[in-house]
Every structure is written in C-alpha cells, then in structure tokens.
C-alpha cells in the first residue's frame, strides 16, 4: 500500500491534519441544475442510480454506512471482503453502491438488497453489487478533506486496487455540455459536475451540481388508495415532499410495482396507520388511507404540472437513506 503523502507538493501537504478516528463523515451533497455548462476547474462524473455509502476502517474491520449514518454493512457483505483485503488499516471512502440491470444501473434491483440485517442473505439474493468510489475523505490517519478534488482523485487512484466489486468513478474534465448529451443518448441517470479545486465539505452546496436526464426524486409516502380489479395490495401511493415544516401533497403514484413489492409495502403501511392526512393540502382521492410520513420513496416522471403535481410518475423503490423531513422539491 502506497504513501498517499509521496505525492503531495509542499503546499498541499500543508493543508493536512490528523484524522481524528472514526469511520463516518458527512457526505457532500450536490445540487440539481438545468444549467449545462463546460469549465476547467470543473470534472464531470457519471450519476449513478443506487445508494450512497460512506466506507471507513478505524483499524478494525471495514465498516459500511447508509446517507442518513445509519449502518449497512449486512446488505453488502462482498463489499466489506473487498476492502479487507485492500491491507488499508485506517480510511474512510464516499461512493455509491449500485446493481446493474444490462448496462445500467438500477435503484430497482438494488433493492432486494436493501434493509437486509443478515449477510447471508444478502449473498442469497442473486443481485449482484459494486461499490463505486469517487472521493478519498481520509487515508493513513490523515484527513485529506482540506486538498482539492483533483489531488483527492490523484491519491484514490493510489492508494486503492480496484478490482470488482470495487469500481473507481471515471471523469472526465471539460466538455460537460457534450458529455451531457453523451450520458443521455446512453440511458443514464446523468451528471455530476463538481469544483476541481475546492475540499470536501459535507452538506449541500454548489460546489457539487446534478445534471439530470431523467426526472426523478425523494417522496414522503402519506397514504395509499385501495386496489381495484384484480391487484392486491393497494392501487397508489399518495406522496409529497416538505415546504419547510408542511408536507405538501405531490400526487398519486399507481405504476412500477411487482406482486411482492405491492404485498410487502402494504403490510408497512398497515403499521403506520393514522385517521388524519399528513398533507397540508386537501387531497380529493375517494377513500384514500393516511399514515404516518415516516416512508420515503424514489419516485421517476416526465415533469412537474402547473399545479405542482407529478406527470406519468413511477415508483423505483423505497429509500432507506434519507430522513422524510430532509425530503424537498428539487429546484
């Protein structure tokens, strides 16, 4: 294993500190644009459609963590083996873990490998994952937060083999407008723009933008409407999305479910059932079922309507990593 510190100038090894111990950081979050843009201190990465996860050894065994800081290590039991065997005693990683569906990836499949408590049942499952890393966060007992992206990407590439199932995240540096088109005609999920040149900060910010093809986010589920004909289960979810302290009613969601999708979600929303809607705004569904905002789902559509409704939406998948009052309209 290499001394990422080998390849620093002397500027940059200024900006170096102790890391403090753990296994976690805050990941950085990026922001949703519709401006397309091309700029040299900007790279370009691929948006993956999976799971966020941060991945840390405190000289112990690997550990793996959701967005919202909460353990996974059990759904990606290859993952853990994979970093293991790295020989990397103290590290902490940010990536996205994903399975593919052909040549894409896909939320969907990744989640029969979500919530999952026992690892050899995650093995069971037949999904395959791969863990895509895109950031080195801290290496060696050092926090490497303070250097810029691109010496961060430089010492990654260093300091880690990457063999399935661990992926480096490819960029490219330039050209964003035509790298754009590029990941659309490929039917992906699209881009991420990020500074080159700032640290790693936790949170949200403009230092990280998205480019997206396709329109997809976070809803809170609020309730569900009943079945008809021959379904089983319930015929739509009714979901929203919080405007500062109020959940505000988004629209009804009837397609993208399988058999076990529409029996396992019901008996979830049978526990949390309630008498009152959790919308702010009325909600006109005959016999619609409330329940507690506490289920987030990835929902995919066309566009929002002029009254702030979803068009032709799409359930992926519930969401295990994000927390329903962090869930907001994407602007």
Not at 173 to 189: H, L, N, V
């Amino acid at each position: 294993m290499n001394d990422p510190l080998r390849l620093l100038d002397d500027a940059e090894s200024g900006l170096l500190r102790s890391w403090p111990g753990g296994t976690w950081h805050e990941p950085a979050l990026a922001t949703l644009t519709h401006h397309r843009f091309s700029g040299p201190d900007w790279i370009f990465e691929r948006k993956l459609d999976g799971a966020r996860v941060i991945a840390g050894c405190d000289g112990d065994r690997p550990v793996l963590w959701s967005r919202n800081h909460k353990r996974v290590d059990a759904s990606y039991p290859e993952i853990i083996d994979a970093l293991a065997a790295q020989g990397a005693d103290r590290f902490v990683l940010d990536g996205e873990m994903v399975a593919f569906e052909g040549d894409r990836t896909s939320f969907a499949r990744l989640q029969k490998r979500l919530n999952l408590t026992d690892p050899r049942a995650a093995r069971r499952t037949g999904v395959a994952v791969h863990y895509y890393v895109f950031d080195l966060i801290a290496f060696g007992g050092v926090d490497l937060t303070r250097l810029s992206l691109r010496s961060r990407k430089r010492l990654l590439r260093e300091c880690f083999d990457f063999a399935d199932p661990l992926r480096f995240s490819a960029h490219r540096a330039g050209d964003g407008e035509a790298f754009f088109r590029e990941a659309c005609r490929r039917g992906w999920e699209g881009l991420i723009a990020k500074r080159a040149d700032r640290p790693y900060h936790g949170g949200r910010s403009r230092d990280w933008l998205k480019f997206k093809c396709v329109a997809d986010q976070e809803f809170v589920i609020g309730g569900y409407t009943d079945p008809k004909g021959s379904r089983f289960g319930f015929g739509a979810l009714l979901v929203g999305y919080y405007q500062e302290s109020r959940l505000r009613y988004a629209g009804k969601v009837g397609t993208g479910y399988d058999e076990r999708t529409l029996r396992d979600l019901r008996g979830r929303l049978d526990e949390l059932a309630r008498e009152r809607s959790p919308f702010a705004d009325p909600v006109t569904e005959p016999g619609a079922h409330w329940v507690a905002p506490e289920l987030v789902a990835q929902v995919g559509f066309t566009e929002w309507t002029g009254d702030g409704k979803l068009r032709h939406p799409r359930f992926s998948g519930l969401r295990n990593d994000k927390r329903p009052r962090d869930v907001v309209r994407e602007t």
